[in-house]
């Protein structure tokens, strides 16, 4: 099971981009549907009545043995937050697995690019032969790299968190809470070099494992934007008391606290919630219930 699963946030465009993404991912589905209830929204949310609320994609790649899909959620909501590449997902076409990886990762890149910017060109690097990135047409951030089959696999999703601006130069630290906080462990660890000036030390790339799931880091010099609610990681647990736990160490911004959202320390947003959530969701007046909570109190759903 993914316990964590990246949100999110499209402006009125969450099912419009599900459709996108279950046909540029080979053999991928939508999982779940939520919507709006007809009445007793507030007022800036009049116009969503009825509409999708939550959709729950399952991504597939290509071969890879063994490994489930990768779980998304979009948000279906309004202009509110802009999505960055602060938050990206590292699409990785690994060779030994899939003799065609270099073409399949070409067919993707020309799908994501569509109507998107590139951020990197796709072209050679002293990390890759074949990598790029890209902000698609909704402003999601993938990197497509092909890798080096040596070494411990990796999925073929992996989300990255790029710690620049307000946040520069604490990526190691940030690594060492998340695993510290979910019994994780540090992978890849690469540092800039002397010879890299002020970035010197920092990392220059990272990934580690919690919850069995694999997450990168990098510090990201002279950048103008950070973590903000556009891209969210939404954290199931068993219980109450597993909420209240998480909660208690994630939450560091106690003005952001909201419908089961809170921002850690690092400004990175996330949703803690019970794995009930969506049983908990077609209760009457479940949405009522949740959009006057902070932390979620799963007996107030009765």
């Given amino acids: 099971m993914q316990r964590i699963v990246p949100n999110i946030w499209f402006d009125h465009a969450a099912g419009e981009a599900a459709e996108f993404y279950t046909t540029v991912f080979p053999d991928s589905r939508v999982v779940d549907t939520q919507y709006y209830p007809t009445e007793g929204l507030l007022d800036f949310q009049a116009d969503m009545a009825g509409q999708v609320l939550l959709v729950e994609l399952e991504l ?20 509110e937050f802009s999505l960055n590449p602060s938050v990206s997902f590292i699409l990785n076409f690994d060779p030994s697995v899939d003799p065609r990886a270099r073409q399949h990762l070409d067919e993707m890149w020309a799908a ?30 993938w990197q497509l790299m092909l890798t080096n089959p040596e070494g411990e696999p990796r999925p073929f999703v992996t989300p990255s968190l790029m710690f620049g601006h307000t946040v520069q130069g604490r990526a190691a630290e ?12 540090t992978g890849t660890m690469v540092r800039y070099p ?13 990934d580690f494992q919690v919850l069995d799931q694999w997450f990168a880091a990098t510090d990201a010099a002279d950048q103008d934007f950070t973590f903000n609610p556009g891209v969210s990681l939404r954290l199931s647990v068993a219980d109450q008391a597993e909420l209240d736990h998480c909660w208690d160490r994630l939450s560091a911004v106690p003005e952001a606290e909201r419908c089961g959202w809170c921002v850690d320390r690092f ?5 803690v919630v019970p794995a009930t959530m969506s049983q908990l969701m077609t209760r009457p007046g479940a949405y ?14 009765g």
Avoid: C
């Fill in 60 to 79: 597939a790649g290509y071969p890879q043995p063994g490994q489930p899909g990768f779980r998304l959620l979009g948000t279906n909501a309004g202009p």
């Fill in 112 to 141: 994501l690019s569509d109507g998107g910017q590139a951020l990197m060109p796709l072209q050679e690097y002293p990390f890759s032969p074949h990598y790029g990135w890209v902000a698609d047409r909704y402003d999601v951030s």
């Fill in 174 to 185: 940030a690594v060492e809470r998340y695993t510290s906080l979910f019994a994780g462990r």
């Fill in 194 to 206: 002397p010879e890299a000036g002020p970035v010197a030390g920092e990392v220059m790339f990272a």
């Fill in 267 to 271: 400004g990175l947003s996330w949703q």
């Fill in 288 to 301: 009522a219930t949740l959009m006057s909570m902070k932390k979620i109190e799963i007996a107030a759903f």
